[in-house]
């Protein structure tokens, strides 16, 4: 926890019991230790510390912190006191008192490096960028090492990437950073590789891309040894962003004869030679076209050099190398879309495409690397395109059921390729019903058969032939959406349990069996399927959102009160474990990563899904534990709800679900797109928006109610009871507003691709009219409290209103509790099932504001 | 064929493919922030032509070069179903290989399962060889037993007499390892 390296100082030996419990998690010991010490000691500072410690961990936050203050008014110079006090700060989420601890311990020892640079990290920990740049100065100055040099430049730095304003930061802080660059430079005082990464990104930032890309080829260059290709990537970088086209077609020609198989240098020399032949460029002259050698400009050298990668890959003996036949397809697609004859030069796009299944049609990946180039293909030439694959394909002969089989795992996989090619086509969709099932017969025969070869598989291992299974789902799940028939559903989870039993770590089976579960409104076998998919930290913000749409909504309030907090936990240790790897990216000078690990951050602090289980979290107390008034208010207190406040990044919500976590193999028609990704992320946010107004209206309820015992005789009270309800106010039409913006989304009917988002929960809540039954409730609130402001004489209007509200409440009410009645297996609509308790509280709710 | 470049923060948003695999273990953020801020040469994704995360290799540089034992370690190696029989993995550990010997290291090496005998056997084609047993590397969590690790090596150029390989007899416990 401390120093305590050196037994012989006294004071060390002494504190070391407390140490000793505090490390064991034995806090009222260490302060009784530390009680009995300071008791003879009275100038032991470090004591009061640990005891602070100890009170903090022991839940007295006050007396820990009034505690520490004691200390650290005396501004201590000492280490132990330093390093407790800092961790003490850290525990109590205060980073900021670290700082004002060591600027006082820099005045006293303006010498000692080691307090100097904890300064630093103690703003790096913070963020206070200014400071951290003179902290960084003031510790060059006293210790001439160049890191501590380049941590000022690095501040500088995020001083620019910070700045609201852009000018601010390549006028000023850059080119500041730039020159203090520049001088080390020209003393020649340049050390570390991290120094001219620094350099390059400066220059990068400030739009200098001819001076980095000079300064990369040139010595200081020689330093960026630790990536592979480093230079190479920088100087890419630089010439795309530069449009030096001819030198960027060079780089990518060389860099491809050296790795025939590395696709971005492909997707860089076709850009690049499209861009030289717009511009009908020539090499000024003949022996050098540019710094980087030999450019191509002419569609011929493209399809020589593509055709010459090909045959040097079909000559290897080792196994081939998939980048040439496809950069074949790449450029054939690119041709086509500019128009472009030549491409016949490359040959036909389904011969192309039927010699890349022979090549790799054994490869699990065929499907994905043929799918993107399937547009190639006339709509007429499917049914031919499948037939020759068919012809591909080594099965066995026919036997009594009619189907042939796959001797090997090659083959198999072959047939496979052939199945997800021809559903990725859209022959599976046309079939009827009886072709469905004639399918599903065929796809689960080779499901069988294929089982075999995978009899020694372990069972952390996948089975060969489980592709088979998963499709005979999708299969039964088209048959459902398009003719309603149950039964086709129940298939489909018997035949994906069936594989599961097979193949107990297939994700796929799980993630698509508890898509259906809860979709069925079956919640019981998700939590199981759930966790043994063991989904940890990042991935309760990608994929958590699978458990927490269903859970609530299915009325399963422990589960769900369970996957909140899982997903809760995550997001609230993220702001502590960032700020400690961005200290530790400039201690290793990886100055890169820095700007990374903030937008890092804040990607997961303005995360949808933490916005969402915040909001569900504090709802579902609220309805779940609040049973009397009382509660109700101290837990909206505990909760440290601010009904005024709003703490949702509404503007910049990014949504991180893993939306195609669930494999495809739909036609492109069917697939998610961009389109369905921005209405989800829509719909969400309005539905988070309606369920957090609910939970501020429900806040500001609650505290308005409980000023009672004073409202008439004091003045200021009453004040703040109607500032209270003017804020009630702003909420309900904030409310209404949402709700109509709720009501037109909801009217365009988006429907996602079943294995895509799940639609919110917002049509179902308005179509149901739970609602407007709240909005109405809340509404009727607020008048009532208006009644007790205007007193009972003067307000007969108000009262036939209130009269009038409550009638029309109670029919609201019996409306959706009607719609709630009825058998849960028969029941079509599960968000219904949690209107009751909802209502309850509600209901609950304008009855303690009436009395 | 496949985009090999510098794993980055946001690549932890789209690894699902990969790490939903039960021997892939998905870390906490703090362990992958502690990778890219330290040894951020060592992080590297592969990426397919339609933007699908194929695989990653990270690792790491440590030992003491006095002692011999500086050498690149790898911590984590994960291809995708769909992308595996690709020979992926062995692109993967032969860019670390390079990186370790630039960096000077003796040797590379690894910890397995010693029941996943497809690593293993993969590691051995690659030049891998079990240099230890470890015992109780790896804890399970729902009561079954612990279970050994293999520490295999591959020496690197220069280890000229390939000392750094030379098997130990006897399996040593975790807390031995330095």
Known sequence: ?851 | MTTLRAFTCDDLFKFNNINLDPLTETYGIPFYLQYLAHWPEYFIVSEAPGGELMGYIMGKAEGSVAREEWHGHVTALSVAPEFRRLGLAAKLMEMLEEISERKGGFFVDLFVRVSNQVAVNMYKQLGYSVYRTVIEYYSASNGEPDEDAYDMRKALSRDTERKSIIPIPHPVRPEDIE
Not at chain 1, 753 to 758: Q, V, Y
Request: proline share 4%; glycine share 4%.
């Open chain 1, 1 to 851: 926890m401390a120093a305590r390296g050196h037994v012989q100082d006294p004071n060390d030996r002494r504190l070391r019991p407390i140490y000793d419990y505090l490390d064991n998690g034995n806090n009222k010991m260490a302060i009784q230790q530390a009680d009995k010490l300071l008791k003879k000691h009275k100038d032991l500072h470090c004591a009061k510390v640990l005891k602070a410690i100890g009170l903090q961990r022991t839940g007295k936050q006050d007396e820990a912190f009034s505690l520490a203050q004691e200390v650290a008014t005396l501004e201590p110079t000492d280490d132990n006191s330093l390093q407790a006090l800092t961790i003490l700060y850290r525990e109590m989420h205060r980073p900021e008192l670290v700082t004002k601890l060591y600027e006082a311990a820099v005045k006293k020892v303006p010498l000692s490096e080691e307090y100097h640079s904890h300064l630093f990290m103690a703003y790096a920990r913070v963020g206070e960028y200014k400071k951290m740049q003179q902290a960084g100065m003031a510790l060059y100055k006293t210790v001439p090492k160049n890191p501590y040099y380049f941590w000022s430049v690095m501040s500088l730095v995020m001083q620019a990437i910070s700045a609201q304003d852009e000018k601010l930061a390549q006028t000023m802080f850059l080119p500041l950073a730039e020159r203090m660059v520049e001088k080390m430079v020209k003393e020649e005082k340049i050390e570390a590789e991290a120094e001219v990464q620094l350099y390059f990104m400066i220059l990068e930032r400030l739009g200098k891309c001819v001076e980095a890309l000079d300064m990369v080829r040139g010595p200081l260059g020689e330093k960026l040894t630790s990536e592979l290709q480093s230079r190479e990537n920088k100087c890419m970088m630089m010439y795309q962003r530069l449009q030096l086209w001819p030198e960027c077609n060079a780089l990518s020609y060389k860099l491809l004869l050296k790795n025939p198989d590395d696709w971005q240098f492909y997707l860089s020399y076709f850009d690049s030679l499209f861009h030289l032949m717009d511009k009908s460029w020539s090499p000024p002259n003949e022996e050098e076209h540019c710094v980087e050698g030999p450019v191509q400009t002419t569609v011929a050298e493209a399809v020589k050099f593509v055709v010459d990668r090909m045959e040097e890959e079909d000559k290897k003996e080792s196994r081939p190398l998939r980048g040439p036949y496809m950069a074949c397809l790449e450029l054939i697609h690119r041709l086509r879309q500019r128009g472009c004859p030549d491409e016949q030069e490359l040959g036909d796009p389904l011969e192309l495409m039927l010699q890349f299944f022979g090549k790799f049609g054994d490869k699990p990946c065929c499907i994905t690397d043929l799918k993107i180039y399937l547009h190639l293909l006339p709509p007429e030439q499917h049914t031919q395109f499948k037939n020759r694959l068919g012809e591909l394909v080594p099965l066995g002969e026919v036997g009594e059921d009619g189907f042939g089989f796959p001797g090997d795992t090659k083959a198999l996989q072959r047939h496979l390729c052939v199945c997800q090619l021809s559903r990725v086509l859209g022959l599976q969709r046309v079939l009827d019903t009886e072709g469905k099932l004639c399918l599903i017969t065929e796809l689960k025969a080779h499901y069988h058969y294929g089982l075999q070869f995978g009899k020694s598989c372990l069972k952390t291992e996948l089975q060969f032939s489980d592709p088979y299974c998963l499709m005979v789902a999708h299969v039964y799940i088209d048959l459902w959406t398009e003719t309603g028939d149950e039964n086709m559903l129940w298939q489909c989870l018997g035949v994906l349990e069936e594989g599961l039993s097979f193949s107990p770590s297939n994700a796929q089976f799980k993630l698509l069996l508890l898509l259906l579960f809860c979709r069925l409104g079956a919640f019981q076998p998700v939590v199981d399927l759930y966790s043994s998919l063991d989904a940890k930290h990042v991935q309760h913000d990608t994929i958590g959102y699978l458990l927490t749409r269903y859970a609530g909504s299915l009325g399963q309030f422990a589960a769900a009160s369970q996957s909140y907090n899982f997903s809760l936990r995550f997001f609230h240790s993220n702001q502590k474990d960032t700020s400690e790897y961005i200290i530790q990216a400039y201690k290793y000078g990886a100055f890169e990563k820095i700007p990374e690990f903030i937008a890092f951050r804040t990607r997961l602090n303005q995360s949808l899904h933490f916005a969402q289980v915040r909001t569900e979290r504090m709802l579902l107390d609220l309805y779940t534990e609040a049973d009397i008034t009382s509660s109700l208010e101290e837990s909206v207190k505990a909760m440290g709800l601010c009904p005024e406040e709003d703490d949702i990044p509404w503007d910049n919500m990014r949504d991180n679900r893993d939306l195609t976590v669930l494999f495809s193999w739909d036609p492109k028609d069917r697939e998610l797109t961009e389109e369905h990704r921005r209405l989800s992320l829509e719909e969400e946010s309005v539905w988070l928006k309606v369920r957090s107004l609910t939970l501020r209206l429900l806040a500001s309820l609650a505290l308005l109610g409980h000023a009672p015992s004073s409202r008439n005789s004091d003045k200021t009270n009453e004040n703040g009871v109607s500032a209270k309800s003017s804020t009630l106010q702003t909420l309900l039409s904030q409310l209404d507003l949402t709700l109509q913006t709720a009501a037109q989304i909801t009217e365009k009917q988006t429907q996602y691709p079943f294995l895509g988002p799940p639609s919110s929960r917002l049509a179902t809540a308005l179509s149901s009219g739970s609602c407007h039954c709240q909005a109405s409730a809340l509404q009727l609130s607020l008048t009532l409290q208006e009644l007790e402001t205007t007193g009972l004489d003067d307000s007969s209007e108000l009262q036939t209103q209130i009269c009038n509200s409550f009638k029309s409440l109670i029919v609201q009410l019996q409306e959706l509790l009607s719609r709630c009645k009825g058998e849960v297996l028969e029941m079509k609509d599960s968000r219904l099932m949690t209107q009751p308790s909802l209502l309850e509280t509600l209901v609950f709710f304008v009855e303690t504001v009436w009395v």
